[in-house]
């Protein structure tokens, strides 16, 4: 019997590790299987508070830590369409979205299971075909985890139409499964799948930090100061990508009173902050406010009678706010709370 067992544990070991070689050969050879597609946050639910276009979930994860969770009308719910204070929901964010370095932590979520079964879990990445599989496995971008279908599992779009094409691969999936394996990397036979969307893209081979770069455009997006809704001209985004945001809305909303001085297309906040149009010599306290790099700061500019300031370097660096930024549809400066790195 001792003999017997010894045999078995040998054969289970040789077979987990031959399952790890698979995939660490494939992390050898191609960086993007450590990085996946999504990434997770787990929490109870606190407060859910409607905001512009949006919903904030406020939760707490299992170690009492506070985040936010972002969720709009993309968002999909692959379980109840709505979260209440109590529940246990997870939200799944793209791995590399930008996120302000700001406490509480912020996550525009692309997928949230709320609702979801106890013997029901949810797995959210993108799709590729895992060389050396002969039983037809997707394995995850992330490489820790592959599903395959069957005759019994629903397969879907986000609106609830059946998916027929029948290509997943380089596709954007949340899997729906119950039991699976322990193995490396975790395997299962998927109950249902959602395509997320459309889209399909190939596996690159190239560095993953660099093809990753993702660029926003906040050209019109709401402004908000302290979380109120500001009354403003639209801001703007440049050729290099600087969001500039109209100076006057925004800092009477902080309690600044701005004087514009046509002569010299200068404008004063009180007594403490000037600027002039064309000039990046923004001054605080009489004092040019230089960058610690050396280099120049975007001028501000007149445009359409409106003056426009760069949103981060005026509003962080020359008024020492502590935050200003865009993020999930919206520029938001503060003026308390800690500053954002």
Same mark, same amino acid.
């Given at each position: 019997?001792?003999?017997?067992l010894?045999?078995l544990?040998?054969?289970?070991?040789?077979?987990?590790a %031959?399952?790890g070689?698979?995939?660490?050969?494939?992390?050898e050879?191609?960086?993007?299987?450590?990085?996946p597609?999504?990434l997770s /946050?787990?929490?109870?639910?606190?407060?859910v508070?409607?905001?512009v276009?949006?919903?904030?979930?406020?939760?707490?994860?299992?170690h009492g830590?506070?985040?936010h969770?972002? @969720?709009n009308?993309?968002?999909v719910?692959?379980?109840?369409?709505?979260?209440?204070?109590?529940? %246990?929901?997870?939200?799944?964010?793209?791995?590399n979205?930008p996120?302000?370095?700001?406490?509480?932590?912020r996550?525009?979520?692309?997928?949230?299971a709320?609702?979801?079964?106890?013997?029901i879990?949810?797995k959210?990445?993108?799709?590729?075909?895992?060389?050396? *599989?002969?039983?037809?496995y997707?394995?995850?971008?992330g490489?820790?985890f592959?599903?395959k279908?069957?005759?019994? %599992?629903e397969?879907?779009?986000?609106?609830?139409?059946?998916?027929?094409?029948?290509?997943?691969?380089?596709?954007?999936?949340a899997?729906?499964?119950?039991?699976?394996?322990?193995?490396i990397?975790?395997?299962?036979?998927?109950?249902?799948?959602?395509?997320?969307?459309?889209?399909?893209? !190939?596996?690159?081979? *190239?560095?993953?930090?660099?093809?990753?770069?993702?660029?926003i455009? !906040? %050209?019109?997006?709401?402004?908000?100061?302290?979380?109120a809704?500001?009354?403003?001209?639209a801001?703007?985004?440049t050729?290099?990508?600087?969001?500039?945001?109209?100076l006057? !809305?925004?800092?009477?909303?902080?309690?600044?009173?701005?004087?514009?001085?046509?002569?010299t297309k200068?404008?004063?906040?009180?007594?403490?902050?000037?600027l002039?149009?064309?000039?990046p010599n923004?001054k605080?306290?009489?004092?040019v406010?230089?960058?610690?790099?050396?280099?120049?700061?975007?001028?501000?500019?007149?445009?359409?009678? @409106?003056?426009?300031?760069?949103? @981060?370097?005026?509003f962080?660096?020359v008024?020492?706010?502590?935050?200003?930024?865009?993020?999930?549809?919206? /520029?938001?400066?503060?003026?308390?709370g800690?500053r954002?790195?």
């Amino acid at each position: 019997m001792k003999k017997a067992l010894s045999i078995l544990l040998a054969a289970g070991m040789l077979i987990a590790a %031959t399952t790890g070689m698979a995939v660490a050969t494939e992390n050898e050879t191609n960086p993007w299987r450590e990085l996946p597609y999504y990434l997770s /946050i787990t929490g109870t639910v606190v407060s859910v508070e409607e905001l512009v276009d949006r919903s904030r979930i406020i939760i707490e994860d299992e170690h009492g830590n506070p985040a936010h969770l972002y @969720v709009n009308e993309n968002t999909v719910f692959p379980f109840a369409d709505k979260a209440k204070a109590g529940d %246990t929901v997870t939200g799944f964010y793209l791995a590399n979205a930008p996120m302000p370095l700001i406490w509480p932590p912020r996550y525009n979520i692309a997928v949230l299971a709320a609702g979801v079964p106890d013997d029901i879990n949810v797995k959210v990445d993108r799709f590729y075909d895992w060389e050396g *599989s002969d039983e037809g496995y997707l394995l995850a971008q992330g490489g820790a985890f592959a599903f395959k279908v069957d005759e019994n %599992t629903e397969i879907v779009l986000t609106n609830g139409d059946d998916f027929s094409d029948g290509d997943y691969v380089g596709r954007r999936i949340a899997v729906i499964y119950d039991v699976s394996t322990r193995s490396i990397p975790e395997l299962t036979t998927a109950k249902k799948i959602i395509v997320l969307y459309e889209d399909i893209m !190939a596996l690159p081979d *190239s560095d993953p930090v660099s093809d990753l770069d993702y660029v926003i455009d !906040a %050209t019109g997006w709401p402004i908000l100061v302290d979380g109120a809704l500001v009354d403003a001209p639209a801001a703007y985004q440049t050729d290099n990508v600087v969001i500039m945001v109209p100076l006057r !809305a925004i800092a009477e909303k902080l309690g600044w009173e701005v004087k514009w001085h046509g002569a010299t297309k200068t404008v004063t906040l009180g007594d403490e902050f000037s600027l002039t149009i064309g000039d990046p010599n923004y001054k605080a306290g009489g004092v040019v406010v230089k960058k610690t790099d050396g280099t120049i700061p975007p001028v501000p500019v007149l445009r359409n009678g @409106v003056t426009y300031v760069p949103l @981060v370097w005026f509003f962080r660096d020359v008024m020492d706010l502590p935050n200003a930024y865009a993020f999930e549809g919206q /520029i938001e400066i503060h003026s308390e709370g800690e500053r954002m790195e």
